[in-house]
């Protein structure tokens, strides 16, 4: 268990590096795709449209913070790890 446990905290932090670089390049991206399929103007546009240009717009935003916290979660894990290990002999 306690190696089961050791592992989690560098999957948690790889995890949280490439969902935070998911969500640079989808920022990086949204200019390009919203001037070739994005609905700019409401007044008359495709639901699916409408639909894929509120996720382009929403994606950035919540993959960067979902990667802050998984980055976040695998320090603490660590750190506990690490207190837990220094304090049982």
Same mark, same amino acid.
């Given at each position: 268990?306690?190696?089961?446990? &050791? !592992?989690?905290?560098?999957?948690? !932090?790889?995890?949280?590096?490439?969902?935070?670089?998911?969500?640079?390049?989808? &920022?990086?991206?949204?200019?390009?795709?919203?001037?070739?399929?994005?609905? /700019?103007?409401?007044?008359?546009?495709?639901?699916?449209?409408?639909?894929?240009?509120?996720?382009?717009?929403?994606?950035?935003?919540?993959? !960067?913070?979902?990667?802050?916290?998984?980055?976040?979660?695998? /320090?603490?894990?660590?750190? !506990?790890?690490?207190?837990?290990?220094?304090?049982?002999?």
């Amino acid at each position: 268990m306690r190696y089961r446990r &050791a !592992l989690l905290a560098p999957k948690t !932090l790889r995890a949280g590096i490439a969902v935070g670089a998911a969500g640079i390049l989808i &920022a990086l991206l949204t200019n390009p795709f919203m001037a070739n399929f994005g609905a /700019l103007t409401y007044n008359g546009e495709n639901g699916f449209f409408v639909t894929l240009t509120q996720i382009v717009w929403l994606a950035p935003e919540a993959c !960067l913070s979902f990667s802050a916290a998984l980055v976040a979660a695998a /320090l603490v894990m660590r750190c !506990l790890d690490t207190a837990r290990s220094s304090s049982v002999p």
